[in-house]
């Protein structure tokens, strides 16, 4: 069944001749009568079972992001942006996930993808382990290990793969192999950061060691983060000489290589282009010492980075050689960093790549065996306000129309007589409005509490941080639902508002993955 696919309804900006009333209407009938097609292949739909799973995680894509991200895309195509659609939201099946954790109204991304990932709900900042656990103190771990779906594809012979922006022992991607109560704990030098570690693996090490617990461990690992699996001696890192961060002397990219037959360790876009999937049964690539770029900053030559869907497109050839099926997880890490330091530019761009990855992965894959799940482990405090005429810039400042749909000359003023932007914060860097990358520097509030003039600055650059109202050195979650974007087998399960663990359980019945069925996975 292949997913339904809804036009843009508008026309790009500056034509809108054929836009009218009678337009809307037809518009709203053939989407309707769309969607009864669709419902008629529900119960088809929901008895098939899905050869392969591939889950998608934007994180900290709440949905104001997606808004803001199909409005900036369709700008970015000469439109006004607000008919545009992004490729995910064509999916025909949704959902909106609950994404509080077991101790936090407000959760982060550790407690969250753990309940994505093993259909049980944990607390904040422990991966993949239960929730009587104490962060931080290994204690408590025998009985506390949640198995993860990615472990459960693994023991049925499928394969398996990973796929980030951001560190590969970050909390989003870590949750998918690794079970510790500190999502800090990323290599051995992090011990320090652990009330009590004895009895867990650091991160980084539990990735290589895969093999040792499930299947024949990971085909595929994509993303940043070297320094956690080189060792603290000069000269170990192969781009810059630099040192490493493990100080138990050991080389974790050196180990893939002995572990795996016929594996393949990269580091740079050139390798990354050369690899051959034909040859290669197990591929490593740390693209960067911390975090990938972000998409605006990302390199393109050959010692640069490959984005979000030249890994996904990578990941996916390695992994469709398996007959058996595959599981396979992206996430764009970096939406949720750009989000935290107050740069809704570099979010944007991170987010209109990001369904571009999906769409990379829908062609390349068959949707009546293929589930693919599009969703964010949680949102966050960013806005969309004031009353833009339609097609304004989606970074610009507000600027209103007459009553004829005319956009004034002039950006609309606040009652402290200065303008605003249509993006903000409701806390984070904003309030000191440091910009970057050229900008004007500026700061907001002085000391008499008043914002600074925005009159004159370029609100559109990449380097401008939005307004926020509460000063904090970091934007933070928000606790809204999230939605959940579906297609392929298993995906009218999708119904409704459920619990972010949820997601996990529809995977499992999708693709048959637990040979425990209704037991709770622990050890």
């Known amino acids: 069944m292949t997913g339904l696919v809804t036009q843009p309804i508008a026309a790009p900006l500056g034509d809108t001749s054929d836009e009218n009333s009678l337009r809307w209407y037809k518009q709203g009938e ?3 009568v769309k969607a009864m097609d669709l419902a008629n292949k529900i119960a088809e739909n929901s008895t098939k079972q899905a050869k392969n799973i591939i889950l998608f995680i934007g ?41 509080y954790n077991t101790n936090q109204q407000t959760p982060d991304s550790a407690g969250t993808m753990t309940a994505i990932m093993t259909g049980m709900k944990s607390k904040a900042g422990v991966l993949s382990v239960g929730q009587s656990m104490t962060r931080g103190n290994c204690s408590g771990i025998k009985g506390n290990i949640l198995t993860t779906a990615l472990e459960h594809a693994e023991e049925i012979g499928m394969s398996t793969g990973i796929v980030s922006t951001a560190r590969l022992t970050h909390a989003t991607p870590a949750s998918t192999y690794a079970h510790v109560p500190e999502r800090n704990y990323e290599d051995d030098r992090d011990a320090s950061k652990m009330s009590n570690s004895k009895g867990c693996k650091d991160i980084a090490s539990q990735l290589i060691d895969l093999k ?12 940043g983060g070297r320094k956690n699996f080189l060792p603290r001696i000069k000269g170990a890192d192969p781009e810059n000489g630099g040192k490493g961060e493990r100080e138990d002397g050991r080389d974790l990219t050196a180990e893939w ?17 050369a690899i051959n999937v034909k040859v290669t049964d197990h591929l490593l690539g740390l693209f960067n010492m911390t975090h990938m770029e972000y998409e605006e900053d ?25 007959k058996q099926g595959f599981f396979l997880h992206v996430e764009s890490g970096r939406i949720d960093h750009a989000h935290h330091a107050g740069n809704a530019q570099r979010a944007l761009k991170d987010t209109v790549e990001f369904a571009h990855a999906v ?28 009353y833009p005429t339609r097609g304004n810039p989606i970074l610009g400042k507000v600027i209103m ?24 914060y409701i806390n984070g860097l904003g309030y000191a409005n440091l910009a970057v990358g050229g900008e004007a520097r500026y700061k907001v509030p002085n000391a008499a509490g008043t914002r600074a003039d925005l009159t004159d600055v370029n609100t559109q650059g990449q380097g401008f941080h939005q307004e926020a109202l509460v000063p904090l050195a970091a ?3 928000a606790a809204e639902d999230v939605v959940v974007y579906a297609s392929g087998p298993g995906a009218s399960l999708f119904q409704g508002t459920i619990e972010q663990n949820v997601i996990f359980h529809i995977m499992n019945k999708a693709g048959r993955m637990s040979k425990r069925s209704g037991l709770p996975p622990m050890k």
């Not at 890994?311 to 050839?317: D, F, G, V």
């Open 30 to 32: 053939l989407t309707t």
């Open 359 to 386: 769409k990379t992965a829908y062609t390349m894959t068959d949707p009546e065996d293929t589930l693919i799940i599009v969703t964010a482990d949680h949102s966050h405090v960013f806005t969309i306000a004031g």
């Open 475 to 477: 934007e933070t979650h």
């Open 401 to 424: 129309n007459d009553g004829a749909g005319n956009p004034k000359i002039k950006a609309e003023l606040a009652l402290d007589g200065l303008p605003y932007t249509t993006l903000g």
């Open 212 to 223: 040792d617990r499930y299947g024949d461990g990971l085909e595929v690992a994509l993303g």
């Open 257 to 273: 290589l002995a572990e795996y037959t016929n594996s393949a360790y990269i580091w740079n876009q050139a390798q990354f282009d």
């Open 59 to 99: 994180d900290g894509m709440g949905i104001s992001t997606i808004t803001a991200a199909r409005i900036y895309a369709g700008q970015l195509e000469g439109q006004s942006g607000e008919e545009n659609i992004l490729f995910f939201e064509t999916f025909p099946y949704q959902a909106l996930a609950k994404t």
């Open 298 to 322: 990302r390199l393109t030559g050959t010692e640069g980075e490959p984005s979000l869907s030249q890994m996904t497109a990578k990941a996916i050839e390695m992994l469709e050689k398996n």
